[in-house]
C-alpha cells in the first residue's frame, strides 16, 4: 500500500514552489506524473507539512491511499523508487576515493570518507526498498574503511577474512576436481576462468545436471557455485567474489571490476558499464558450444581480455 500525495502548486510566491520541489525531492518520491507523487503508506506523515504549506498559500494538496490491482501494476510503483542508478553514482564517488588514497594527506581523505559516508546515509533514508545494490554498497564501504585503515591507521589489525571468508593457500589446491552445475552462466563461467588463471592452472570440470540431487559431486571434487558447495554465495558476495577473497585476489583492482559485473548480472545490484557487453559474449558463447568444456574455454578468452582491457585497473 502506498500514499499519493495530489498537488496544484501555487503560482506564486516561487520560493514557495522551489521548497516543495526540493522537499520532494529529499524525501525521495515517486512520481506517478506531474502532481502526483508517491510514498510507502508507513511514510505518509512525511506528505503532511507539504500539505500544510501548499494550502496556506493558495495551493491545493490531498494525500489518497494507492493499492494496486495486480503484480503488473505493483511492479510498475515499485520501480519508480529504484535506486540502481543512485548507488551507481555513489560507488564513483567511493571508486574515486579509493583510487587517489595513495597520493591524499590524512586529513583530506578521511574528509572525503566523511562525505561518502553521509552520501550513503542520504541514500539509505530514502531507499524504501532496498535490496542486492544496498548490500553492494555497504560491502564496499566496508572495504574502502579497510582501505583507509591500512593507508594511515597502520597500527588497527586489518580483517583478513571479510565476512567470515578463510583464507586459502592455493598451493594446496593444484591439479584438482572442481565441480559445478552444467551448463555455466556468468557467475559459473567467470570462477572457472579465475580458478585455471590464478588458481590451480591444471584444474579439471566436471559438470553437474543436479549436484544436490541425482548427479551428486564425485569424492573429493571441489564445488562451487551451487547449494552445499565449498565455495559459493556468502552474504551478498556471489560465488566469483568469495572465490577471489578466499585465496587472496579479491584486491586485485582488475579483477575487482570483473566481479562487479559478474555480481550485477548474477543478484543484481549496481550497474555497470561493462555488464551488457559481456552477458551479450557470453549468450552468443552459450549457443556456439553445446559442450561446458569448450564453452568455458571460450569464455576465458574474454573474461583475459576484459581482465587486460586498458583502464582496466583503474
Same mark, same amino acid.
Given at each position: 500500500?502506498?500514499?499519493?500525495? &495530489?498537488? %496544484?502548486l501555487?503560482t506564486?510566491p516561487?520560493?514557495v514552489?522551489?521548497?516543495v520541489? @526540493?522537499a520532494?525531492k %529529499?524525501l ?10 508517491? +510514498? ?5 506523515? +512525511?506528505?503532511d507539512p507539504?500539505?500544510s504549506e ?10 489518497l491511499?494507492l493499492?494496486t490491482?495486480?503484480? *503488473?501494476q505493483?511492479?510498475?510503483v #515499485?520501480?519508480?523508487?529504484? !535506486?540502481a542508478? *543512485?548507488y551507481?553514482q555513489?560507488r564513483a564517488e567511493?571508486?574515486s ?6 597520493? #591524499?594527506e ?8 566523511r562525505?561518502?559516508?553521509e552520501?550513503l546515509?542520504?541514500?539509505?533514508r530514502?531507499?524504501y526498498y532496498p ?7 555497504q560491502?564496499?564501504?566496508?572495504a #574502502? @574503511?579497510q582501505?583507509l585503515d591500512?593507508?594511515?591507521?597502520r ?5 583478513? =577474512?571479510p565476512?567470515g571468508?578463510?583464507?586459502l593457500?592455493?598451493? /594446496?589446491?593444484q591439479? /584438482? !576436481?572442481w565441480?559445478?552445475?552444467a551448463?555455466p552462466?556468468?557467475d559459473r563461467l567467470?570462477?572457472a576462468w579465475?580458478i !585455471?588463471?590464478?588458481?590451480? $592452472?591444471?584444474? !579439471?570440470?566436471v559438470w553437474?545436471?543436479?549436484?544436490a540431487?541425482?548427479t $551428486?559431486a564425485?569424492?573429493?571434487a571441489?564445488g562451487f ?5 565449498r565455495? %559459493? ?8 567474489e ?5 585465496f587472496g585476489?579479491?584486491?586485485d $583492482? ?12 548474477d543478484?543484481?545490484?549496481i550497474?555497470?558499464?561493462?555488464a551488457a557487453?559481456?552477458e551479450?559474449v557470453?549468450?552468443?558463447l552459450?549457443e556456439?558450444h553445446?559442450d561446458d568444456? $569448450?564453452?568455458?574455454l571460450a569464455?576465458?578468452?574474454? &573474461?583475459? =581480455?576484459l581482465?587486460?582491457?586498458?583502464g582496466a585497473? %583503474?
Open positions: 500500500m502506498w500514499s499519493a500525495l &495530489f498537488l %496544484t501555487p506564486q516561487n520560493a514552489r522551489l521548497r520541489w @526540493r520532494l %529529499t525521495g518520491c515517486g512520481s506517478l506524473r506531474d502532481g502526483v507523487y508517491v +510514498l510507502p503508506d508507513a511514510q505518509a506523515a +512525511l506528505f507539504l500539505v501548499v494550502r496556506a498559500h493558495g495551493g491545493q494538496a490531498s494525500v491511499e493499492s490491482s495486480d503484480e *503488473a505493483r511492479a510498475e #515499485l520501480a519508480l523508487f529504484d !535506486r542508478e *543512485a551507481g555513489w567511493a571508486q576515493l579509493a583510487a587517489a588514497l595513495p597520493a #591524499l590524512e586529513t583530506e581523505a578521511r574528509r572525503r570518507w562525505g561518502i559516508v552520501a546515509q542520504a541514500l539509505r530514502i531507499d535490496g542486492a545494490a544496498a548490500e553492494q554498497a560491502a564496499e564501504l566496508d #574502502l @574503511r582501505a591500512a593507508r594511515f591507521s597500527g588497527e589489525p586489518v580483517a583478513q =577474512a565476512h571468508i578463510p583464507r593457500d592455493p598451493r /594446496k589446491f591439479g /584438482k !576436481r565441480a559445478t552445475r551448463r552462466w556468468v567467470a570462477c579465475l !585455471r588463471r590464478f588458481i590451480d $592452472p591444471e584444474a !579439471r570440470f553437474l545436471a543436479d549436484p540431487g541425482a $551428486p564425485p569424492r573429493g571441489l557455485d551451487y547449494d552445499g558447495a565455495f %559459493t554465495h556468502i552474504g551478498s558476495r556471489v560465488s566469483f568469495v572465490l577471489a577473497a578466499s585476489l579479491d584486491a $583492482p582488475r579483477l575487482q571490476r570483473i566481479a562487479r559485473a559478474v555480481h550485477f548480472l543478484v543484481g545490484g550497474p555497470v558499464p561493462e557487453g559481456l551479450a557470453l549468450s552468443g552459450r556456439v553445446a568444456d $569448450p564453452l568455458t569464455a576465458a578468452s574474454v &573474461f583475459d =581480455a581482465y587486460a582491457a586498458p585497473a %583503474t
